[in-house]
C-alpha cells in the first residue's frame, strides 16, 4: 500500500531590492512611474532592471526619468481561473520587501479572477511594463493598443502594488 | 576528435501522479532498465550527470539523495539544475574531452509533487512579477496574445497543433494523454487564460528518463545503431517580458543557428528529416517553426495548414504527441532527443514514421516566455 | 583530446551581509570584477556558467533566468549548475569542461547565494534531508558535520581541540583577506574554547558565518590566453565525484569519495606525491574538524594523520603546506560563492596575485569543495607553468 506525505514548507524572506528596484519602487510610494535610460544605447526601461542587458551597464549609475502617466496595451491575456488552489495561510505568503528606507511590505496574492494581466508601454519607454486590469468594464474592452493610465492606491508602501490596476481612458 | 553517440535510453511511463513510487524508486527502476537494456554494468559507467530542480522535488540539492538511486556511488557526476536535455549537452561536452568513454544522463521530475503554478511562479523575481500571479499559462498567455496579432496567426491555427499532436500521442505508447481530439473540442474548450484555451495546455506529468552517451568506440560495442549528436546550440534571452518583442524568441533563433552552424546545416527543412520541440503550448509550436528556421517569421501557421508537419507530411514534427501529450518538468527536453532516437533506429513501434530518417532535430526549452533554448541534432 | 584551459580573470565580492545590493546586482558585481580583471568585455564571452545553490535561501526558483543578463549572458549560451555547496566549483568545473571540449574558447563561471534573504538559512538546509527519512531530526548543516566531527574524534583518539586549532589558524589567516567576512585579531585558542558549544562537539568557534557573496571566474582556451593575460593560471586537471549519502557502512570521518577524486587529479597530472609537490591547498572547510579530515582525503597525510598534520605546524601559513590562506570558508560562507573562493584562491596563488595572503613562490595548487550531504567533492588543480 503507498503513502503520501503531505508537507508544507514554510521559509520567511526579507528581499532586498537595492537601488535600482528600489528607486522605481519607491517612485511608486510617492506615485510616480520612474523609466531609466541607459547612457550607452539610450533604452529608456520601464520598469528597470539591474543591468542593461545590451550593454551590460550598471543601470544604478544612469539616468531616471519621470514618465508621463499614461501607456499603451502591447499584450494582454485574461485570466479565468486560479491557477494556484486555495490561498494559502498569511503565514506562508509573508514576504518582505526591503527597498532602501527598509519598509515592510508583505506579498499579497493574486487578485480574484477573472483580471487581466497586461503588458504596457509607458509614454516615453522602450519597453513594456506588466500589470493588471480588473474592472470588470475594461475587460470587455481590453485591447491591444488601448490607452491605459494606473490607479493608485490611497495607502502606498512601495510596492508593486501601490498601483491597484490601470483603468483604459481610449 | 571523437564522435559521441547515443547508445541507450529508457523512459519510465509518463503518468498525472505516480503514487505507488516515490522518486527514489522511479528513478533507480529508470536507470536500472536502461542498464539491463543495454548489458551494461553500472561499474562500467565513467560518469554521470543529473538533472532535476529542487523545487519539483521540495528537496534542496535534489541530487544529493537521488545519486544514490541512480548508481552514481563512488563515480564523477555532476548535476545542471536544467532540463535533461541541458544534462546531455553538458555531459556531451565533458566526453569530448576524451577523459572518459560514456556518460549516463538521468532526468527526473515529479510535477505533481508541488503545484506547477507555484514552481513557475517562483521563477518571477518577488518585485515586479510575482505579485501578478505570472505564472506558465499567464505567461504563454501573454506570448500567445502578441504573437497573434502581430503575424494574424488564428486561434484555429493554433488549436490544429494540438489536433494534429494528440492523434500522434495515441499512438505512442510511451506517452501519457493518449486520446484524439476534434479542432471543435479544442477551440470549445474554455479560456484559462485567454487565448489560451484548456485543451492548448500541457499535462502535469511525472516521470524519469534516462540515457546512455557515449564516445564512438564505446557506443558501437554497445549497440548496433548508436545515433549519434552531431552538434547542441543553447541560448537564454531577456529575463523581463516588457524587455523583449514577445512574438518571437531570439534564443531560440540562436540556438538553431549555432546548432546549424556546427552541422553546416543551410536548410533546416529540406537537411533534416524531422523534428521533435518542446512545444509547451498549442501556439509556442507554430512560434518554434518559425524561430528553428523551418519557415520564415509569422508563416508557421502555413505549415501547419499545408500538412507539412503532419505525422505523414514532408517535415513531421512531434510524431511522439511531443509536450502535449507529455510533460515532465526537467525530462520533456530530453524525451524529446529520446523519440528522435526511437525515430532514427526505427524502433518507434506503433508511432514509427515511415518516411527514410537520417537526422533529426530535438528542441528544449527552459523558462518562461520561451527564455532559454537548446536545440540537438542528431543523425543515424 | 582536450584543450588547455587556462584561468584568466577572476572577480569576487566582499562576503558580509550586501544589505543594499539586489540579487542581480550582487551577480553584476561578480562579473564585472572578473571583466575588469581579465580586460575582457562581455562580447568576448561565448558563454556562461551559473552557479547557485538552494533556492529557498532567496526563495526564487531558477534565479540564473533572472540574473543571467546581469552576468553578461544577453542572447548568449546559459545553463546552470546546483551541486549544493560545491556548486561554485562544479559551475568553474563546467566552465573548464566547456572550454576543453574545443567548441567554446572563453567562458564564464558565475556562482553566489545571497543568504541573508531569509531570516534562516538553517531552515534551507534542513529541505536537504529526505523528507520521508530524516527531515523530521534536521537541524541545518550543523547536525551532519558535527556527526562527522564527533565520529573523527573519536576514531582516532583527537578530540575538539583539534577542530579549535583549525578554527585559530583560519580566522588568523582571514586577517589577510580583503573579502572574508569574519575577521578577529587577536584570535587565540582560549578565546575559541570559551564560545558556546552548539551543536556537540562544534562550538561557535567552528562554525561559520552567513554570508552574501559572488565569484566569478573565466576559463579561456589555450590559443586566447596569451591574447588576454601574460599571468593565466593553468588548469591541469579537474575532478567531481559522488560518494553517495545512505550506503551501508558509510564512515562520515572517511570521506573515501574525497580520496577517489584525488586519486584521479593527481594521478591524471602526474602528481607522486601531494604533500611535496602542491604548494598550497584551499579546502571547504565549513566546519572546522573537516579540515582535519580534508587533509587525509587529499592525501596531505595518511588516514587517520589529520589530527596530527594540524599539531606539527605544516599547514599554517609558516608551514610547508600551507592551507586556506585566505581563511576558507570557516571565515566566509555564501555557501553558492564559497567552494568556487576556494577555486579562485588557489588559482590566485599560482598567478601570484594572493597579495598579503600570498604564499611565496607558490606554482601547483589545489582548490577543493564538497556539498550535498557531505558526498559531494570537487577538486580543481592549478599550476603556473603551462602543461
Known sequence: MSRVLDWDITVSYQWTAGAVYGHFLGGLKEEKIFGVRCESCSTVYCPPGDVCPQCFTDMAEQTWLELEQEGEVVSFTKVMENFFGERPSDEYLAGRIKPTDYSDHPLIWPPGVPYAMALIRMKGADTAFLHLVRDEEDLKKLRIGAKVRPVWKQERSGYLLDIDQFQIIG | MSRIGIAGWNQSSFQERMEDVNRNELIFTTVYELLEKTGVDIEDIDSIVSASCDTVDGISISSAYADDAMGAFMKEESKVEEDGAYALMYAYHRLLMGQWRNCLIVAHGKSSDAGPAFYANMMCDPFLLRPLGLETISSAALQAAAYYHRYGVSEEDAARVVVKNRAAGKRNPHTQVRSEVSLEEVLRSPYLASPIKQLEVPPVSDGAVAVLLATEDYARQVTDSPVWVDGVGFCQDVYYPGHKELSHSVSCQKAARDAYRQVGIGDPLKELDLAEVSEGFSFQELLLYENLGFCDQGKGARLIQDGTTDFEGAFPVNPSGGTLCANATMVAGLARIIECCRQLTRSAGENQVQKDLNRALAHASSGLFLQSNLVTILSI | ?387
Open chain 3, 1 to 387: 583530446m582536450a584543450r588547455k584551459v587556462a584561468v584568466v580573470g577572476i572577480g569576487m565580492t566582499e562576503n558580509k551581509s550586501h544589505w543594499d545590493m539586489s540579487i542581480p546586482a550582487l551577480y553584476r558585481m561578480g562579473a564585472s570584477r572578473a571583466l575588469e580583471d581579465s580586460g575582457l568585455n562581455v562580447d568576448d564571452l561565448d558563454a556562461v556558467v551559473f552557479g547557485h545553490s538552494p533556492e529557498y535561501f532567496e526563495g526564487i526558483n531558477h534565479p540564473e533566468k533572472w540574473c543571467g543578463e546581469a552576468v553578461g549572458a544577453y542572447n548568449k549560451p546559459l545553463f546552470r549548475i546546483h551541486t549544493g555547496g560545491s556548486v561554485g566549483a562544479s559551475a568553474a568545473i563546467g566552465a573548464y569542461y566547456m572550454v576543453a571540449s574545443g567548441k567554446y574558447d572563453v567562458v564564464l563561471a558565475i556562482s553566489g547565494n545571497k543568504l541573508n534573504e531569509t531570516s534562516s538559512a538553517q531552515i534551507g538546509l534542513s529541505t536537504v534531508y529526505d523528507p520521508i527519512m530524516g527531515r523530521q531530526f534536521a537541524a541545518g548543516a550543523p547536525s551532519a558535520v558535527a556527526l562527522q566531527a564527533n565520529r573523527y574524534y573519536s576514531t582516532h583518539g583527537y578530540s575538539d581541540e583539534h577542530g579549535l586549532m583549525v578554527a585559530v589558524k583560519n580566522r588568523l589567516n582571514a586577517l589577510n583577506n580583503p573579502y572574508a567576512q569574519l575577521k578577529l585579531p587577536g584570535y587565540t585558542l582560549e578565546m575559541a574554547r570559551n564560545t558556546p558549544m552548539l551543536c556537540y562537539p562544534l562550538r561557535m568557534a567552528d562554525m561559520c558565518p552567513t554570508s552574501d557573496a559572488v565569484c566569478c571566474m573565466i576559463f579561456a582556451a589555450e590559443d586566447r590566453v596569451e591574447s588576454i593575460t601574460d599571468n593565466p593560471g593553468w588548469v591541469l586537471n579537474a575532478v567531481s565525484t559522488n560518494e553517495g549519502v545512505d550506503y551501508v557502512d558509510r564512515d562520515w570521518g572517511k570521506p573515501i569519495g574525497l580520496r577517489l577524486a584525488a586519486d584521479k587529479a593527481y594521478e591524471r597530472a602526474g602528481i607522486k606525491d601531494p604533500r611535496q609537490e602542491l604548494d598550497v591547498v584551499e579546502v571547504y572547510d565549513a566546519f572546522s574538524a573537516q579540515e582535519l579530515i580534508w587533509y587525509e582525503g587529499l592525501k596531505l597525510c595518511d588516514w587517520g594523520e589529520g589530527g596530527s598534520l594540524m599539531e606539527s605546524g605544516a599547514t599554517e601559513m609558516t608551514g610547508d603546506i600551507p592551507v586556506n590562506p585566505s581563511g576558507g570558508v570557516l571565515s566566509a560562507n555564501s555557501i553558492g560563492a564559497a567552494a568556487m573562493f576556494r577555486l579562485a584562491e588557489a588559482a590566485l596563488q599560482v598567478m601570484g596575485k594572493a597579495d598579503q595572503r600570498q604564499v611565496e613562490g607558490a606554482r601547483l595548487s589545489l582548490g577543493h569543495g564538497w556539498g550535498g550531504a557531505i558526498q559531494f567533492h570537487t577538486l580543481m588543480l592549478f599550476s603556473k607553468d603551462k602543461p
